[in-house]
C-alpha cells in the first residue's frame, strides 16, 4: 500500500511505494493541461469582458498565476475544475501591485509574465519566487525584451529573480531565438500586444504553440509560418473574453502511459488528453520503442485537438530521441527515461541540456535516481543514454522538490524488487494533485 507520511525535512512528505505486483487496470481521468490553464488565466485577465474556464488545473503553479492577476486587478472566482470566472481588466489596464508578485515554483507564471509587466509603461513590478525559481537562468526572456526597450533589474546581471521591471513603450522587433521554447516565445508574443507593429519570433524549431492558438482566440492577430517556424503578433488587437474548455494535460498522461507499457498484463484508458502535434512527441517516442498505445475518440474541443488514449503493457525497444523532437517532450524526457530502463537495448538522449535548468537538474537528478535503483545508465552533456533491459531495486531517493521526477520515480519504484521511498513527494502537486490517489487506484497496491 502507498503511504504518504511526514518527514524531518521542512514538513515535507515521504512516499513508500512497494511493487505493483498486480497488472494495472482502469479509466484515468487527469488534470488540465497546466499551459493552457496559465494562458487561459493570463489571456482572461487582460481582455475586456468575462472568461469562462473549464477543466482548470488545480496545481499550485495555476494558483501562483491566478494570485498575481489578481494583485493587478483582475477578478478571478475561487479556483476550481468545474467552472472558473475571470473578469478581465482590459489591455493595458492592470494596476500596480501593492506588493511583490510571487510566481512560487512556476516558471511560465515568471516568464510570461515579463511581457506583460515589461509592456505596461509608468508602472513598477517586483516578482520573485520560491528557492528552485530564484535559481532559474531569467535572461533568455529579459534579454529581448531589453532589446525591445523594456528595463528590468535582477540578480547575476539581471538574470536571476527577484527581478524588478518598469514598464515602458516597447519597440517591435524580429527576435531569432537560439533555442526552440514556448515560454521565450510567448513572452516575447505578449509584449507585442503592447507594441504598434509587428513583433515576431523565430526559433530553430517548432515549440508548443498554446498561445498562438488561444490569442488567436481571443481576438488578436497572430500569423504564423510553420516553415521557418515563426509566429507573428500585431499589436494592440482588443482582446474579447471567452469561453475556454482546459483538455487533460498529456505530459501528466505521459506517466500512466509509460506505466501502462511497462508493467506486464496491463491496460490503461487515459480520457481527454491534449494532442495538439506541438505536445506529442511523447507518443512518437513510445511508439518508436514499440509502445501499445492507440488514440480513440478522436475530436477538437475549444480550438484543441484531444482524444482518449487506451496503453496495454508491449515489450519496448532501444531508440534515439533528438532534434526537433526534443521540444515536442521535454518535460517527458523523465518518465521517457523510465520507460528506457525496461526497452531491449541502448536508448539514446540527446539535445536536452534544457533539463538542466528545470525545477531541478533532470538530467542529473534522474541518472542518478535511476543508477541508484540499479539501472546501467551514463549522464550526458545533453542528455542520456540509458542501457535497458534489467532490473531495478528499492531505494531511498529524494524529488528534489520537483514534481515530475517525485511522479518518474514513483512509476519506476512499481517495477522495482523491494521497496522504495521518496523524499519530498508533496512537489507532485505542483502539476498533479491527486497523482498517488490515482496510482493506488489502479495497482490497487
Known amino acids: 500500500m502507498i503511504t504518504l507520511q511526514p518527514s524531518d525535512r521542512h514538513q515535507s512528505l515521504t512516499v513508500t511505494i512497494p511493487p505493483a505486483g498486480v497488472s494495472l487496470q482502469g479509466t484515468l481521468q487527469i488534470p488540465g493541461d497546466k499551459s493552457i490553464s496559465h494562458r487561459a488565466l493570463m489571456l482572461g485577465a487582460l481582455a475586456e469582458g468575462e472568461t469562462t474556464i473549464q477543466g482548470l488545473l488545480l496545481g499550485e503553479d495555476p494558483r501562483s498565476t491566478a494570485a498575481c492577476f489578481t494583485a493587478m486587478g483582475a477578478q478571478i472566482s475561487e479556483l476550481n475544475t468545474e467552472l472558473v470566472t475571470v473578469t478581465g481588466i482590459g489591455l493595458g489596464q492592470i494596476q500596480e501591485p501593492v506588493g511583490i508578485l510571487d510566481a512560487g515554483n512556476s516558471g511560465t507564471t515568471m516568464r510570461l509574465m515579463l511581457g506583460i509587466l515589461a509592456s505596461h509603461p509608468d508602472r513598477f513590478f517586483t516578482v520573485t519566487g520560491d528557492d528552485s525559481l530564484r535559481s532559474r537562468p531569467m535572461s533568455r526572456v529579459v534579454n529581448p525584451l531589453v532589446e525591445m526597450g523594456a528595463q528590468i533589474w535582477g540578480r547575476k546581471g539581471n538574470s536571476l529573480a527577484p527581478l524588478a521591471v518598469r514598464g515602458q513603450e516597447l519597440q517591435p522587433i524580429h527576435y531569432h531565438s537560439p533555442i526552440a521554447s514556448a515560454q521565450v516565445k510567448s513572452a516575447i508574443l505578449l509584449a507585442g500586444l503592447m507594441t504598434y507593429g509587428r513583433t515576431t519570433v523565430t526559433e530553430p524549431a517548432l515549440s508548443r504553440d498554446h498561445s498562438e492558438r488561444m490569442l488567436r482566440a481571443f481576438g488578436a492577430q497572430v500569423d504564423v509560418d510553420p516553415e521557418t517556424h ?80 487506451r496503453v496495454k503493457h508491449s515489450k519496448l525497444i532501444a531508440c534515439e530521441i533528438g532534434g526537433d523532437l526534443i521540444p515536442r517532450l521535454i518535460d517527458e524526457i523523465p518518465i521517457l527515461a523510465v520507460a528506457a530502463v525496461f526497452a531491449q537495448g541502448t536508448t539514446i538522449i540527446r539535445d536536452a541540456a534544457e533539463l538542466r535548468v528545470k525545477e531541478s537538474d533532470r538530467l542529473q537528478v534522474m541518472a542518478a535516481a535511476l543508477t541508484k535503483m540499479g539501472a546501467n545508465i551514463t549522464e550526458l552533456p545533453d542528455g542520456l543514454e540509458i542501457t535497458g533491459g534489467g532490473s531495478l531495486v528499492g531505494a531511498e531517493l529524494d524529488s528534489y522538490t520537483d514534481h515530475r521526477i517525485a511522479m518518474s520515480l514513483a512509476i519506476a519504484a512499481m517495477m522495482a524488487t523491494g521497496t522504495t521511498t521518496i523524499d519530498r513527494a508533496e512537489a507532485a502537486s505542483i502539476s498533479y494533485p491527486t497523482f498517488f490517489d490515482s496510482l493506488q487506484s489502479i495497482a490497487k497496491l
Request: net charge negative; proline share 5%.
Open 230 to 309: 515563426s509566429a507573428t503578433v500585431t499589436g494592440y488587437p482588443t482582446l474579447k473574453g471567452q469561453q475556454v474548455i482546459v483538455p487533460g494535460d498529456i505530459s501528466s498522461a505521459a506517466f500512466w502511459l509509460v506505466a501502462g507499457a511497462i508493467v506486464p498484463g496491463s491496460e490503461l484508458y487515459i480520457e481527454n488528453v491534449g494532442v495538439n502535434s506541438t505536445r506529442t512527441g511523447i507518443l512518437v517516442a513510445l511508439e518508436l520503442m514499440g509502445a501499445d498505445i492507440t488514440l480513440e475518440n478522436q475530436r477538437e474541443v475549444a480550438g484543441e485537438p484531444v482524444a482518449d488514449l
